[in-house]
């Protein structure tokens, strides 16, 4: 319902506009006024234009992208291998001996890396 009433706004709002470049238009001598016109008309059909242009590249993307996924690519760069010493690790900080900074810190990895890894070891929300 958003975009339709959206839609409508962005109508209302060029009907005015419009409405709004006529009347000063108007107002200018008539050779003038027409070149402007013209001008502003091939600005709107080239704005129109690219605009289509780049939701039919955004439609293209994402569907690429779902083939892609459809098929099993994995996108972003590999996991590196984890550090030896994580397994201790991650069941000291489940047990709550450790804190996942002070494990992160003393394995060399990041603490928000530990954590993910920690957790889908366990399945914890903590």
Do not use: C
Not at 15 to 33: I, N, T
Not at 34 to 49: D, Q, T, Y
Not at 108 to 120: C, D, V
Request: hydrophobic share 40%; net charge positive.
């Amino acid at each position: 319902m958003r975009s339709i009433e959206k839609g409508e706004r962005t109508q209302d709002g060029l009907r005015q506009l419009a409405q709004d470049v006529v009347s000063a238009l108007s107002e200018l001598d008539p050779g003038h006024s027409e070149e402007l016109l013209g001008l502003l008309v091939s600005e709107m059909f080239r704005i129109v234009a690219e605009r289509e242009l780049h939701n039919v590249r955004r439609r293209r993307q994402a569907e690429g992208i779902a083939q892609a996924k459809a098929a099993g690519v994995q996108f972003g760069s590999a996991r590196l291998p984890l550090p030896h010493g994580v397994e201790p690790m991650a069941q000291m900080w489940h047990a709550g001996g450790i804190s996942a900074s002070q494990a992160a810190k003393q394995l060399g990895m990041n603490r928000n890396t530990f954590l993910r890894r920690a957790r889908e070891r366990y399945a914890d929300n903590r």
